[in-house]
């Protein structure tokens, strides 16, 4: 089928009321969609005061918060019939569904009743998240439910190797297709860094500044991190810490690492001078599937310490570009974010690897994988 004549649905529990890594990529691959002649519609929950303009037509699934204390997303009630019949008019000829929530479930058995064939995409290690709240005995039925559902698809789009290796050991036996993910390069280049900026912060040029990028959320390995630092103080290790994000944590954050330079939400070429104006990017987060942040920091030229886990191992060479160490080893955290402020010769030599190993991850060639996969689901269902 010509991408002209191709409609998709896209159905998303959160496309752009929130700004994560999640959201950007779908906006991107929508707009790239858009580009070939795809008609896509978007069905998601909505706001009046989204984080940032979405791409396509966006179509409003009525929504709860989420409960736990984390209303700042949206759970969409199934599929109910204002968008179902918006669905059923624009009679798509696949469904693309980002989340295993009560929306992506109600838009797969629609799908399936009908005959549309299904791509689910793989965002975040949901599995994971539960053991960060007190909640680690539901993990088995939080896994149970992802085999189900990304075994009712037909096909399963990750962004690495490794996170196809997970998706496999849940039991999925779904075909799996890599949507990559790329990196607005004009953005995040090693000229952005700023000292002037970061002396605004009360950071000397001559520190070496630790910095962490994301939401401020447990899950992002925030108690992993505050405990790294407690150990490089312990060591005598001289050095300073730059928080680029914002989230409901905060505060819990703020007392673990009072030492810290907070600077905000940043957005557009300011997270780009944000990221650039860092030393090393200290990344321990076990939730990732690719983790933007981490190919972030490699193009603007800034070394990485990263779980050695899915959203960093297929990123970084360790040794060469940054350091992969075992998620919960805070020693030896510890000793390769030293190894790296006591070395501004091992700091730069691999910085410029990491900015040449970016140069690969490019927005184009990840999108054109998804489309690339759509025709094969459409072509095996003849």
Known sequence: MNPTELRVAFLSGNYNYV???????????????????????????????PAFEA????????AIP????????????????????????????????????????????WARARGVPVVSAVHTRFETYFQYYGLSLVQPAI?????????????????????????RELGVTTPVSIWGRGVNHRRFHPDARSLEWRRSLGIADDEVAIG?????????????????LARLDALGVRHRVLIVGKGPAREWFAQRVPQAAFAGFQSGDDLGRAVA?????????VTETWGQVTSEAMAAGVPVVAARATG??????????????PPQDVNAYAEAIARLVNDADLRGAMGRAAHERAADFRWDTANAAVLRAYAEVLAARG
Do not use: C
């Open 277 to 285: 104006s860092m030393d090393v990017l200290f990344n321990p987060s």
């Open 66 to 109: 989420m409960p736990g204390g984390r209303g700042e997303y949206k759970l969409g009630r199934g599929l109910p019939a204002k968008p179902r019949r918006d669905l059923e008019a624009f009679d798509p000829h696949l469904v693309h569904v980002s989340a295993p929530e009560f929306l992506g479930h109600a838009a797969v058995t």
């Open 312 to 325: 960093a191992m297929d990123l970084l060479e360790d040794g060469r570009t940054g350091f992969l160490i």
């Open 212 to 228: 962490f990028l994301g939401r401020l959320v447990l899950e992002k390995g925030l108690g992993v991190f505050a405990d790294v």
């Open 55 to 62: 791409r396509g037509t966006v179509v409003d699934v009525p």
């Open 19 to 49: 700004r994560d890594g999640a959201n950007q990529a779908q906006n991107l691959l929508v707009g790239y969609l858009l580009d070939q002649g795809v008609k896509v519609r978007v069905y998601s929950p909505t706001t009046p005061t």
């Open 143 to 167: 896994k149970w439910i992802l085999r189900r559902f990304y075994n009712r698809a037909d096909r399963v789009l990750v962004p690495t190797p490794s996170m196809a290796e997970v998706v």
